[in-house]
Nanobody, 121 residues
Framework: QVQLVESGGGLVQPGGSLRLSCAAS????????MGWYRQAPGKQRELVAA???????NYPDSVKGRFTISRDNAKNTVYLQMNSLKPEDTAVYYC???????????????WGQGTLVTVSA
């Protein structure tokens, strides 16, 4: 069974920084794109950052220049460094991975359980 486990959320003051981590575990053949999404209360889930297996990244304008996504393919782990945090960044952050479990013929869209990030004075 494949799992994505996030860590690193918490409370931070405006202007502060946090680093999220997400490790994929289980019997995995390969991982393609990994990413982070967030969902604030009353809002739809939105993409925060994504990174391909080759290291190509994608960010929406709302976080560009403040957030940096990276991954360690040897550890099946993706990171999100968040700097200059704003109150509007408050949300539950979810890890996502497009991966192929061992023995599967098609990719699986896997999600973590979410980690809460609160930006407040």
């Amino acid at each position: 069974q494949v799992q994505l486990v996030e860590s690193g959320g918490g409370l931070v003051q405006p202007g502060g920084s946090l680093r999220l981590s997400c490790a994929a575990s289980g019997s995995i053949f390969s991982i393609y794109t990994m990413g982070w999404y967030r969902q604030a209360p009353g809002k739809q889930r939105e993409l925060v950052a994504a990174i391909t297996s080759g290291g190509i990244t994608n960010y929406p304008d709302s976080v560009k220049g403040r957030f940096t996504i990276s991954r360690d393919n040897a550890k099946n782990t993706v990171y999100l460094q968040m700097n200059s945090l704003k109150p509007e960044d408050t949300a539950v952050y979810y890890c996502n991975a497009d991966l192929v479990p061992t023995g599967w013929d098609i990719p699986l869209d896997a999600w973590g359980q979410g980690t809460l990030v609160t930006v407040s004075a």
